[in-house]
């Protein structure tokens, strides 16, 4: 087969076309929002909160309503109830967290067991199913997404500051509980608009593995978010090409990928990898002390 | 224990001018019968103090004493339980871009990926709003801040990659870049060398000059009394306020840190500060708790 046909033959099917857009545009989301989650150590809660969508796509499911509208609602109001409650309660914050995000994901499981007839969409939801995505899908997808980075581009300094350190934010006048509501909400819909794709159980990964890949390998902020931008949209696509060729599941295939160069990085790391440490020692040999 | 206690000699005479809070005019802040404190355990209990502008005020106390608590309190970081503050004639938090707050090397997140440049860039984003970026003037900002505190060459590393002292040169210009008119440093000199803590302290001291008002708490009762203009004693409430050689005033320490303290005759006087042992033996009322993480 000649490359450029392996390219481009999967791209005549309609339903590639829609899976890579799509694909892209979650990882891309997932890898900027992923970029405060792993600086925050907000993982549980990114895995809490798209556990939590559950039981919202189900009662809409049996009411009628559009999945995306319970599922929606069903994030963003778990992301700021966590927020409130790490905020105002006595336990450690990740037994709450953990008492909230089991509970919520029964009650879904609950529900769902209350539907006679097999309903597949409900099940694409919790595995993903990007190659199922339909026009109109892709068009809440697309406008949700650009949204959300609209919103992280526009207010970045301050969700740096606000992370890095809360307390001098705070001090010189950002109003840093606000933005933390606004990151856990913004973290909602990111949930929800990447649940499609890789399905309830993989979005953390989408989240946590560009982000953290990329902070092994640079030392800025602004690099780092861009670097986990560019790990997620090639992994993206190696997946979905992966998943075309070998007919494998697309949100597993772009999860592994994206897993596989955490790997590589992890070894090749000038900060924590295995080549990294030798350089390190090499240098601290060649070192003086360090002044003051 | 209540203010009666306090060595007469020095609670008539040196404290009853600075610990008057009522018609504190011009004050740069305010504290007045302040309790405050974390769930529903008290850090702070009915506390008044007043600080001037350029004051060089230091503010010393055993761990747990509610140091940071003030400081917090001042930044509108955190809210009181009861009483009131005046800061910069204003709520606490109201003043945006006046205050700048430098946290304890232990609240912050070393490996985090910014550079030097970036967090002192920080200190602009008060004043820069939202939804701008930095301009010339505030890279010029923080250009000079760095040149002040000498760590002008480090601009491009990554935080975790400095020492200790050079972490607190970083964080110290940060705070200068905001411009404030109030600083609050959370131990400031703590875990710094001497050439870095005499750099810093003629840092502060300038600053203070220039009419800046420097509020600091710190372990370090030899600084506090040698550097600092003013000192507040607290545990869990106000021991005292008063001129910065109080610092070496044996029962004032006494009964700030709860006997843990040795002043040694001799030149000046040597404060040994004997504040992380003894936990055991000390009876239950004297037992002093460490800082939680917060």
Known sequence: ?292 | MNQGTIPSAVSADALAPVTRTGGADGASVVVEAVSAGYDHRPALTDVSLSVRPGSLLAVIGPNGAGKSTLLKLIAGIIKPWSGRLTVLGGRPGSSVGRIAYLPQAEAVDWEFPVTVGEVVMMGRYGRIGFGRQPGPHDHHVVGDALDKVGMHEAIERQIGALSGGQRRRVFLARAIAAEPELYLLDEPVTGVDATTQEDLMDILEGEARAGRTVIATTHDLICAAQRFHEAAFLNGRLVAQGPANLVLDQRLLAETYGGHVLVLPGDGGRVVLDDAHHHDEAPAGERHYHDEAR
């Open chain 1, 1 to 292: 087969m000649d490359p450029a046909g392996f390219i481009t033959d999967p791209m005549v099917y309609p339903f590639m076309q829609r899976g890579l857009a799509a694909s892209v545009l979650v990882g891309v989301v997932c890898a900027v929002m992923g970029t405060f989650v792993v600086l925050k150590g907000l993982a549980f809660i990114g895995d809490a909160v798209s556990h939590a969508t559950f039981p919202g796509l189900v009662i809409a499911y049996l009411v009628g309503a559009p999945l995306y509208f319970g599922g929606a609602i069903a994030a963003v109001g778990t992301a700021l109830a966590i927020g409130f409650v790490s905020r105002r309660g006595r336990l450690r914050f990740d037994t709450s967290v953990g008492v909230l995000f089991a509970g919520t994901f029964a009650f879904g499981v609950l529900l769902f067991s209350t539907i006679r007839n097999y309903v597949q969409d409900l099940l694409g939801y919790l595995l993903g199913n990007v190659l199922g995505i339909s026009l109109g899908d892709l068009v809440q997808l697309s406008i949700l997404s650009v949204i959300v980075l609209a919103i992280v581009l526009l207010i970045r300094k301050e969700l740096l500051y606000a992370t890095f350190d809360p307390l001098g934010a705070a001090a010189s006048g950002l109003p840093v509980a606000g933005l933390e509501y606004l990151l856990l909400a913004l973290l909602g819909v990111t949930i929800v608009v990447s649940i499609q794709a890789v399905g309830i159980i993989m979005v953390v990964a989408m989240l946590v593995t560009p982000a953290a890949t990329a902070q092994l390998l640079v030392v800025r902020f602004g690099k780092m978010m861009a670097l986990a931008v560019v790990i997620a949209a090639l992994s993206a696509v190696v997946g979905l090409y992966l998943s075309f060729y070998l007919n494998l599941a697309s949100g597993a295939s772009i999860v592994l990928i994206e897993t596989l160069m955490f790997g590589v990085a992890f070894l090749l790391s000038p900060r924590s990898g295995l080549l990294g440490r030798r350089s390190r020692e090499r240098a601290s040999r060649a070192a003086q002390p360090p002044a003051a």
